[in-house]
């Protein structure tokens, strides 16, 4: 994917921010978006980090997506790609899914895998989910708009809770 391609979605992402009322109407906006415009983005959804309540262990629910349904609508921290996401705070960048032990299936054609942690007050909310049919599919173009992505709702998210 060519940088340009990619401050084309940022500009778009700017003017798509002045119409939005709500976190929730942002991250479903943002999901159609790159889901639209980045050709090899075949899945591309929200969790959400639902805290530990009454005994219950947190987990990543998930929220606003486009692409296939998947079975994974509730993903504890000790698992998967994304429970290291968001347990390690870090974004995890995965080429080839089939040799990365912690990964969950969602589809058979998926090959590459990025997840990039939203944060409020420093502190993981959830995260964005990112599947590719193709292998190695996010360069460091890719995962500087996915952060830019990601940023933008933990500002929203922040500012609504204020
Ligand atoms: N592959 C993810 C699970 C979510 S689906 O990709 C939508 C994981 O390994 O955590």
């Not at 401050?7 to 700017?14: F, I, M, S, Y």
């Not at 629910?61 to 509730?74: E, I, S, W, Y």
């Not at 995965?94 to 409020?120: G, H, M, N, Q």
């Not at 964005?128 to 929203?156: N, T, Y």
Request: net charge negative; proline share 4%; hydrophobic share 40%.
């Amino acid at each position: 994917m060519t940088a340009t391609k990619t401050e084309e979605v940022k500009k778009e992402l700017d003017q798509l921010l002045q119409g939005i009322t709500s976190s929730n109407q942002l991250m479903s906006e943002v999901v159609e978006l790159l889901h639209e415009r980045m050709l090899k983005y075949n899945w591309v959804g929200f969790y959400m980090l639902e805290p530990e309540t009454r005994g219950q262990p947190p987990m990543l629910v998930l929220g606003a997506f486009q692409g296939a349904m998947t079975p994974h609508t509730r993903i504890p921290l000790n698992q998967g790609i994304c429970g290291a996401a968001a347990s390690g705070g870090k974004t995890v960048v995965v080429d080839d899914v089939s040799k990365d032990e912690r990964y969950l299936a969602c589809s058979l054609e998926t090959k590459s895998e990025i997840v990039v942690p939203v944060f409020v007050r420093g502190k993981v909310v959830g995260e964005l989910d990112i599947d590719s049919h193709f292998p190695a599919a996010f360069k460091d173009e890719d995962r500087e708009l996915v952060e830019h992505c990601a940023a933008l709702v933990g500002q929203h998210l922040e500012k609504s809770s204020a």
